[in-house]
T-cell receptor
Framework: GENVEQHPSTLSVQEGDSAVIKCTYS??????FPWYKQELGKRPQLIID?????GEKKDQRIAVTLNKTAKHFSLHITETQPEDSAVYFC?????????FGAGTILRVKS | GAVVSQHPSWVICKSGTSVKIECRSL??????MFWYRQFPKQSLMLMAT?????????EQGVEKDKFLINHASLTLSTLTVTSAHPEDSSFYIC???????????FGNGTRLTVT
């Protein structure tokens, strides 16, 4: 069925360190994988996405990698800052709908 | 571009009453909109897919007679929570994309509290 698993559920890093969040999906037909950042009480904001014809995508301090064979994708945040603290959700597109992972609470300690 | 507006941002209602939430795509036409529900400290769970001019498609376990969806135009979808109960208290968020393969953008969400 449609499933997205996300790990870890919480992640604490020191300011300046890197953070990595990993997700796996179940349907090899999925072709679109976005990452959203959600601050408390606010809507999810798209921060980066990747399509299945690309293995890696980078936008400043944020990068996403995709391994289609293993059906997993990861979010990498380098040089973390306190304002990166939030809940991060991965998602995979199944047909015309997005299925979300359980979320990762990222805490960046200054 | 791709702005999605949702109204109201919060609502408090009494048990047994109905609440309507509106979702508008402001600068694009959306033939499909999606309604999600998010309980505290949990993920976004898809409730239903709203299709312009036709019936909504509900996810398993979501009562279609309780959560009425109307998508009467290419820029407006509404979700009505009927006979609301305290367990319906949640954060309801709509979303849309300007075309099938483009990123999904979310409305601001509606915090529903049923007393």
């Amino acid at each position: 069925g449609e499933n997205v698993e996300q790990h870890p559920s919480t992640l604490s890093v020191q300011e300046g360190d890197s953070a990595v969040i990993k997700c796996t999906y179940s349907d090899s037909a999925s072709n679109y994988f976005p990452w959203y950042k959600q601050e408390l009480g606010k809507r999810p904001q798209l921060i980066i996405d990747i399509r299945s014809n690309v293995g890696e995508k980078k936008d400043q301090r944020i990068a996403v990698t995709l391994n289609k064979t293993a059906k997993h994708f990861s979010l990498h945040i380098t040089e973390t800052q306190p304002e990166d603290s939030a809940v991060y959700f991965c998602a995979a597109r199944y047909g015309n709908k997005l299925v979300f992972g359980a979320g990762t609470i990222l805490r960046v300690k200054s | 571009g791709a702005v999605v507006s949702q109204h109201p941002s919060w609502v408090i209602c009494k048990s047994g009453t109905s609440v309507k939430i509106e979702c508008r795509s402001l600068d694009f036409q959306a033939t499909t909109m999606f309604w999600y529900r998010q309980f505290p400290k949990q993920s976004l769970m898809l409730m239903a897919t709203s299709n312009e001019g036709s019936k909504a498609t509900y996810e398993q376990g979501v009562e279609k007679d309780k959560f009425l969806i109307n998508h009467a135009s290419l820029t407006l979808s509404t979700l009505t929570v009927t006979s609301a109960h305290p367990e319906d208290s949640s954060f309801y968020i709509c979303s849309a994309s300007w075309q099938g393969n483009s990123p999904l953008h979310f409305g601001n969400g509606t915090r529903l509290t049923v007393t």
